[in-house]
């Protein structure tokens, strides 16, 4: 059995999550807890070298079930080499995405295909988070300020914005589905009242 705590963070491309989930790894070192900042795909050599091949280059080069095989296969390795040696060891491990983001991207948002991510999920992962942080966010706005990155990471958002608004609706489906452990927040409004929300409900949730 783990013993740590398993946080992640979700959302739309250019959400802001990856900030947030950066400002409450500090939160949580600051509250003088042992943190694992991490993120996916990728979190662990072998699968950061799988994101490669997810993030880059034409939106056409994978279909959707061969990104759901590549995005299990590093979320295993991520699994297998990082999050749990970590949660064993008792430390909070805060992923920017994790299984969430298959169910949402891969499930709904580029095909209809919830039930092939949700078998492969019981069969190669098995492991949900202990909290999600949803962050919620117009995809107009996000659209623009992910693609003003140009991170080279683009292939997701060349998708256009009928597909941020389809992971949106996703998203909201998923909060709706798991209530117990996804929290939506507001992500239309400033990063410190993005974390200061945040912030309030580890403080609650904790208690
Ligand atoms: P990032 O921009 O948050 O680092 O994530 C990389 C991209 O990969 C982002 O556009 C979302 C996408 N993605 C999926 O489509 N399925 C997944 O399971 C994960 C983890 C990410």
């Not at 080069?61 to 995005?71: A, D, M, N, Q, V």
């Not at 709706?176 to 609650?204: D, H, K, W, Y």
């Amino acid at each position: 059995m783990s013993k740590g705590l398993f946080i992640t963070f979700e959302g739309i491309d250019g959400s802001g999550k990856s900030t947030q989930a950066r400002l409450l790894a500090t939160l949580m070192r600051d509250y003088g807890n042992d943190v694992r900042h991490t993120r996916e795909p990728g979190g662990s050599a072998g699968a950061e070298d799988i994101r490669r091949l997810l993030v880059e280059g034409d939106p056409a080069r994978w279909s959707p079930e061969t990104e759901i095989l590549l995005f299990t296969a590093a979320r295993r390795d991520h699994l297998e080499r990082t999050i749990l040696p970590a949660l064993e060891a008792g430390q909070i491990v805060v992923s920017d995405r994790f299984a969430d983001s298959t169910r949402v991207y891969q499930g709904v948002a580029r095909a209809d295909l919830r039930k092939t991510v949700d078998t492969l999920h019981e069969l190669m992962i098995g492991r949900e988070p202990d909290l999600t942080f949803i962050i919620d966010m117009d995809p107009e706005v996000a659209l623009q300020r992910g693609l003003a990155r140009n991170s080279g990471e683009d292939r997701f958002e060349d998708m256009g914005l009928q597909f941020q608004k389809d992971l949106r609706a996703g998203f909201l489906g998923l909060a709706a589905q798991f209530p117990e452990r996804c929290m939506l927040i507001n992500g239309n409004q400033s990063p410190a009242n993005v974390s200061g929300e945040i912030q309030a409900v580890i403080e609650t949730w904790q208690a």
